[in-house]
């Protein structure tokens, strides 16, 4: 082997095997990505990308009558979507295709990212009892960045109960230290032992 040869195999990345995945593992991928690239303060346009393949192949999956807190939330117009939806729509397919209105310039708020992981991961709580560290990590998180959105005080206990019992202290959270947290929940192994952070409609 010479020299050139082995600097292309080095600069390789690691091989995977193919394997087989359904419907669900998708979308947990996809969802677990979405949070991963929010903590790191990645780019708002994939992280929305992601979220909206998950809460499609998540909505999908439900049986009827499927449920959505965000759809639930939103009126209906006389074409008979939501005003959520036909937003999230818009700005989902914006951000795959190029077919229609091509020089359109659209405007995004970053933060509708937030409540659309939060939905994403209601309809999937509605769908398997896995629990994704990704997920509880974000959901505590939401809770303490949006604490007037839930009026709950249960709510509010398990949150902090959730957080103690990794031995954490409240006053030296940054919005950087949800992506740490994210690992020391994977190796801790606190997931099963604390109870599953709840989730009800948004206020």
């Known amino acids: 082997m010479d020299q050139q040869e082995r600097i292309s195999n080095s600069l390789k990345p690691p091989r995977r095997i193919a394997r087989q995945m359904d419907k669900m593992e998708i979308a947990e991928r996809q969802l677990c990505q979405a949070i991963d690239l929010l903590f790191v303060s990645g780019d708002p346009v994939s992280i929305h990308t992601l979220t909206g393949a998950a809460t499609q192949i998540l909505w ?47 405007e995004f708020q970053a933060s509708k990212n937030h409540f659309q992981l939060y939905d994403a991961i209601y309809m999937h709580r509605l769908l398997s009892s896995v629990r994704l560290p990704q997920a509880e990590v974000f959901l505590f998180w939401f809770y303490l960045t949006y604490p007037n959105v839930f009026r709950n005080e249960k709510i509010n206990e398990m949150v902090m109960a959730f957080y103690k019992d990794g031995g954490g202290d409240l006053q030296d959270l940054k919005f950087s230290s949800f992506s740490s947290l994210i690992n020391v929940v994977k190796e801790s192994g606190c997931l099963t032992r604390t109870k599953k952070l709840p989730m009800q409609k948004v206020i």
């Open 60 to 106: 999908d999956l439900q049986k009827p009558p499927r449920k959505s807190i965000l759809r639930e939330l939103s009126s209906a117009t006389s074409k008979g979507k939501s005003k959520w939806e036909d937003s999230f729509r818009e700005h989902v397919n914006a951000f795959k295709h190029a077919d229609r209105d091509p020089e359109k310039k659209y």
